[in-house]
């Protein structure tokens, strides 16, 4: 349930390593967005010496939420944390590697080059 | 002649209330003889009590024979007594036979009818009358699910604090995947749809899993150890075991 002013950490090595969403892509006047779907976000603390820099604004897709995400076989997935990858406009990730562990459901929403990358696919 | 009347108005108050008391209790037998001879000799010692002024036949007549019913002591007694009260006597057994019969027979179909009713071994699902069985028709059921599920898998008893390892199976890779091994941290109770949380640490984040007991996901379920714990959910892990929290 990321909503706009919400702080995100950042799961890959893109440079970034917090985020405050702003926007919700989809439809308009969404209220919150979940695992999945792809929000525009304002860097709020960097890396150092890499290609992103602080307050600048770019898109993210959220890979886990502490809200939890319902299965249809009954199952139940809740993280510890909420954490987003770094996209371009067409869905890649700007990073190389994703850290921590990426739910099966953004296979099916054609992130599938985060899903490759994850080391854990729950 | 009001004390005489009170006695017999006593008598079948006392036998009414040994009547209710018969209702429930174990042992009949001895209990009867005792509230026979106990009320029978009241009654007896009331009414020779009353007429202990014509006759000095003490209730030692009635006393002694405490098993019996006090009618052959009575007759024996208001024999010596007064003839004018010797129709009343012979009143007052019929009341007192009266009682004694009545208490037997309630104590009789008592006795039969929880010795009736204890050999019945109630069957699990009770077809006595369909309008009550309708009423639980849905925990009737639900115990026939699980039970079925039960006979074909193995399902050990999972409580919070037990780690256990768990082979889940994915339906959309058809591997058998995920051997997931975590500690249980809640247990919820509802017949089929029993469900329980593991927590576990995957790739240095903490991750919570509800899954159902029965689900046919879940291929085998191993408990590894128990921690001592002393709450049914372990909710307070989420901060003492959370490795992203800032410190």
Do not use: W
């Not at chain 1, 700007?94 to 994850?118: C, D, M, P």
């Not at chain 2, 057994?93 to 010795?115: G, K, L």
């Amino acid at each position: 349930m990321i909503q706009p002013q919400t702080h995100l950490n950042v799961a890959d090595n893109s440079g970034a390593r917090q985020l405050m969403c702003i926007r919700i892509i989809g439809a308009s006047n969404r209220r919150y967005a979940h695992i999945g779907d792809v929000i525009v976000a304002v860097i709020k603390e960097a890396i150092p010496n890499t290609p992103l820099k602080k307050s600048e604004v770019i898109r993210a897709v959220i890979v886990r939420t502490c809200k939890e995400l319902k299965r249809d076989n009954g199952m139940i997935l809740r993280y510890d944390d909420n954490a987003a990858v770094v996209i371009d406009q067409e869905g890649n990730p700007k990073g190389t590697r994703i850290f921590g562990a990426i739910a099966r459901e953004l296979r099916q929403l054609n992130f599938t080059k985060i899903v490759s990358l994850a080391p854990e696919v729950l | 002649m009001q004390s005489l009347r009170g006695s017999i108005r006593l008598v079948r108050r006392q036998c009414s209330n040994n009547v209710d008391l018969k209702s429930n209790g174990s042992h009949f037998a001895t209990a009867t003889a005792k509230f026979h001879g106990s009320s029978i000799g009241f009654s007896n010692a009331r009414f020779l009590g009353s007429l202990s002024k014509f006759t000095r036949i003490g209730s030692q007549a009635a006393m002694a024979t405490p098993s019996n019913n006090g009618i052959p002591s009575v007759s024996v007694s208001s024999r010596s007594s007064r003839p004018g009260l010797l129709h009343l006597a012979a009143v007052l057994p019929p009341f007192t036979s009266r009682c004694i019969t009545t208490v037997e027979n309630t104590v009789e179909s008592a006795s039969q009818d929880s010795s009736a009713s204890i050999p019945d071994v109630t069957p699990r699902i009770k077809f006595k009358r369909l309008d009550k069985t309708a009423k639980h028709i849905m925990q009737i059921l639900d115990k026939e699910a699980v039970e079925e599920v039960r006979e074909n898998r193995e399902i050990p008893d999972i409580k919070p604090g037990y780690i256990v390892q768990l082979k889940v199976e994915v339906p959309e890779n058809k591997r058998r995947v995920s051997v997931l091994k975590g500690i249980v941290i809640a247990r919820r109770n509802a017949g089929l749809n029993t469900t329980f949380r593991l927590r576990r640490l995957v790739a240095g984040v903490g991750v919570e899993s509800l899954f159902p007991l029965y689900s046919p996901n879940i291929k085998e379920i191993k408990v590894l150890d128990k921690k001592k714990v002393r709450r049914a959910k372990l909710y307070y892990l989420r901060d003492k075991m959370n490795a992203l929290k800032k410190q």
